[in-house]
């Protein structure tokens, strides 16, 4: 079992950048795939960026594409989501989740593991 703790998330105006950190408990963190996911009020859970076990693959949503980076550190058992020229439109909580599946995958219900979540807020 793993746990998931997210932080970094924040009020920002839009045009800026913010990096949310998400740590996990636990040895066997390489053993996951990690993705972010968020919700925005009154929307569905939706996929973010996810990350493959050794970090050599990545996926993105195509709303987030060129402006959001995925990456992880196991030796520090962090993955992280490098946000810039935020846009109003991505307030959301934003959610960590890890998944043992082979492949990355990015519906949400392959992952079994979540934080908290951490609120982004991007005016405009």
């Known amino acids: 079992q793993v746990q998931l703790v997210e932080s970094g998330g924040g009020l920002v105006q839009a045009g800026d950048s913010l990096r949310l950190s998400c740590a996990a408990s636990?040895?066997?963190?390489?053993?996951?795939?990690m993705c972010w996911f968020r919700q925005a009020p009154g929307k569905e859970r939706e996929f973010v960026a996810a990350i493959s076990r050794s970090g050599s693959s990545t996926n993105y949503a195509d709303s987030v594409k060129g402006r959001f980076t995925i990456a992880r550190d196991n030796a520090k058992n962090t993955v992280y989501l490098q946000m810039n020229s935020l846009k109003p439109e991505d307030t959301a909580v934003y959610y960590c989740?890890?998944?043992?599946?082979?492949?990355?995958?990015?519906?949400?219900?392959?992952?079994?593991?979540w934080g908290q979540g951490t609120q982004v807020t991007v005016s405009s």
């Open positions: 989740a890890a998944s043992k599946t082979v492949v990355v995958v990015t519906t949400k219900g392959e992952y079994d593991y």
């Open positions: 636990g040895r066997t963190f390489s053993y996951y795939n």
